[in-house]
């Protein structure tokens, strides 16, 4: 049963790159927030807040129905920490139902062998566990040595397939604690990736002597031809060699367009440090806003950490120049009023 899951996991995976080959005018990635709260707080993360309500089940099948018009491809239920939310399950067998691969991102927590079949039975499709060091201090409660149990349940029992992100930046104590990370996940069998953790307020840090030597290891390791075959998507990494440095990237940016960011309140943002632009709600999001912002050219782009929109803009690459400059006065409200402040307006 799980190979024949993952086999059609693979067919249907094919089937929607080869689609974003040919067709441009639709998102390839959505991340979606179902729940702003979260269990933990970490000091670098500005996109979570103690207090927010799960948005109710029938707006989130409500934004599925109009994700699934504008022919996204995968939509992945983030926050916050979305496992928090009573109706998860039913948020991704609506993904599935609307033909969207359906992705989550979680702290891990509430990983149990129950909750893990509950996963297997909605029809996950892929997680992402980022951990952030071996032992929790006050930067990060995202430990191995909490997290580990939940890795060998998901060894266990998970159908869907399993990324662990290890990170260095950000405040991170131990470097060498990613290290640690990446070797475990790949004894458990899981793909692997390492990040570049940008500071409380989104911004971008040089990693120190030790943070580099750390990641230039795990890069080197994780980029055979087995790991990038477990994963593709975390094996495109290029951006990152310019970040670790502080340097900047010439890249086009494709967020608003194959990349895009729903927060709780169902307005559209580029990414998750970007909130507030351009901040047009779902239901109104059509098809010319996206050919729009695929043609902007965004000011954030050099310096940007957000490693999923790097990604999924590797497909456009080769595609038209930004050469878009848009007047904020063409939507809803000024420019001004939608910037969001992290340190008051957590999301």
Request: glycine share 8%; hydrophobic share 35%.
């Amino acid at each position: 049963m799980a190979l024949h899951t993952k086999t059609y996991r693979y067919f249907r995976a094919g089937w929607k790159f080869t689609r974003g080959l040919f067709h441009t005018a639709h998102p390839l990635l959505v991340h979606i927030v179902p729940m702003r709260r979260c269990n933990i707080d970490c000091t670098y993360c500005n996109e979570y807040d103690k207090v927010s309500e799960p948005v109710p089940l029938s707006t989130m099948l409500s934004r599925l129905d109009r994700l699934a018009f504008l022919g996204a491809s995968v939509v992945a239920s983030s926050g916050g920490e979305p496992m928090m939310h009573p109706e998860l399950d039913a948020i991704i067998k609506g993904t599935r139902q609307r033909g969207m691969m359906a992705g989550l991102i979680t702290n891990g927590y509430y990983l149990s062998p129950k909750r893990i079949d509950a996963l297997n039975q909605a029809g996950l499709d892929y997680l992402q566990i980022s951990i952030d060091n071996v032992e929790p201090d006050e930067v990060s409660k995202k430990s191995l040595r909490l997290l580990d149990r939940k890795l060998q349940w998901l060894t266990e029992h998970a159908n869907f397939d399993v990324n662990i992100n290890s990170v260095v930046g950000g405040g991170v104590r131990n470097p060498e604690d990613a290290r640690t990370i990446n070797n475990r996940a790949k004894e458990l069998g899981f793909s692997t990736s390492i990040g570049i953790i940008h500071d409380g307020s989104g911004h971008l840090k040089p990693l120190a002597v030790k943070e580099r030597a750390v990641f230039d290891n795990i890069t080197q390791q994780t980029s055979g031809t087995h790991q990038i075959l477990k994963n593709l998507y975390s094996g495109i990494r290029g951006f990152q060699g310019n970040l670790v440095e502080g340097k900047p990237n010439d890249w086009r940016c494709r967020a608003g367009a194959r990349y895009i960011y729903v927060c709780e309140k169902g307005l559209v943002h580029y990414c998750s440090q970007q909130r507030g632009y351009p901040a047009i709600p779902l239901e109104r999001y059509t098809t010319s806003d996206i050919r729009r912002e695929s043609l902007t050219s965004k000011s954030c782009a050099p310096f940007c950490t957000i490693g999923c929109v790097h990604r999924v803009s590797i497909m456009d690459f080769w595609r038209k120049p930004q050469n878009y400059k848009p007047s904020y006065d063409e939507f809803t409200t000024p420019r001004s009023a939608k910037t969001v402040n992290p340190e008051s307006s957590l999301s």
